[in-house]
């Protein structure tokens, strides 16, 4: 979904801001080898919802699940060789998790699906966003994104599907990805200009992710798998950029779902200092 489909854009822009200047057209082979790394990772999540199978990727590794369940922010590569590899590109794969104490699953989606107050929750990446289209299950959304890291100023702006799917009476799960993303150059600037699609620097060319959402123990348990596509880092630079990549991979995707969780946490606060005024108790005029 949107909101941690962002936290790698810093990653990739910082990571373009180090590649030599120049155009970086998606390729048609480069999208081939994306879209059946994708099909991969939707078909491991359709194993999680079989007899037999654990549904949230922590229950795997207890002592990560004792961990989550103390408080702490798990992230992690889903896969030994993130960033992958792929024709004139790379894959980024990772994974985290955290437990909303004292929550529900309606409070976490009133804050994952307000676009219109992204940039009040996700501050500073997000620059915008808005909803376009709204049903039960389906979301149409749009944001811009920015990295402070790009010296060129260089702003991203993308359209978004999301679903979400309601696996039993405590359980969902939703999938989210870029329909369109294209990127401005000179964002604020007056010769700011919006590339087309799939040109440009290929700080990122798409967005991927599958999000698990499990009520137990009080709370709520959020897992993120969010997978980027990028341009390919030259073989001279990959002993200093990599390190650097997943690194800053982590922390930006902490970051999120840390802001995730103030922002459920501010919500209720706000309700809950509101209800007396609710309830029709007495109050002086």
């Known amino acids: 979904m949107g909101q941690t489909a962002k936290s790698l854009i810093p990653v990739l822009a910082l990571v373009g801001a180090t590649l030599p200047a ?65 024709p004139f590109g790379l894959i980024h794969h990772w994974i985290g998790a955290v ?40 979301d149409e959304f749009s944001m811009m994104l920015m990295s402070k890291a790009v010296l060129a100023r260089t702003a991203l702006d993308s359209d978004y599907h999301s679903t979400y799917v309601q696996v039993d009476g405590r359980r969902w799960y939703s999938v989210s990805y870029t329909t369109r993303v294209q990127e401005i150059e000179q964002y604020g600037e007056p010769d700011e200009h919006t590339l087309p699609p799939d040109q440009g620097h290929g700080y990122l060319w798409r967005l991927y992710s599958i999000t698990r959402f499990e009520e137990r123990n009080g709370g709520v348990f959020i897992e993120v798998e969010a997978m980027a596509l990028s341009r390919d880092i030259p073989a001279a630079l990959r002993w200093l950029v990599d390190p650097l990549v997943r690194r800053l991979s982590r922390n930006s995707l902490i970051t999120t779902l840390r802001q995730t969780q103030e922002a459920v946490g501010a919500e209720a606060a706000a309700a809950t200092w509101r209800a007396p005024a609710q309830s029709g108790s007495c109050h002086p005029r």
């Open 99 to 138: 437990v909303i104490p004292d929550a529900r699953r309606e409070d976490v989606f009133a804050i994952i699906r307000d676009y219109d107050r992204y940039n009040d929750y996700y501050h500073p990446a997000v620059l915008a966003a808005k909803a376009i289209r709204q049903t039960a299950g389906q």
């Open 22 to 86: 120049g155009a970086a057209e998606l390729r048609t082979e480069t999208l081939k080898a994306w879209t059946e790394y994708v099909q991969g990772a939707n078909s491991c999540m359709m194993q999680r919802l079989q007899a037999g199978h654990t549904f949230l990727w922590t229950d795997e590794h207890p002592e990560i699940a004792r961990k989550v369940q103390a408080g702490a922010i798990i992230t992690a590569p889903m896969t030994p060789d993130t960033p992958r590899r792929v």
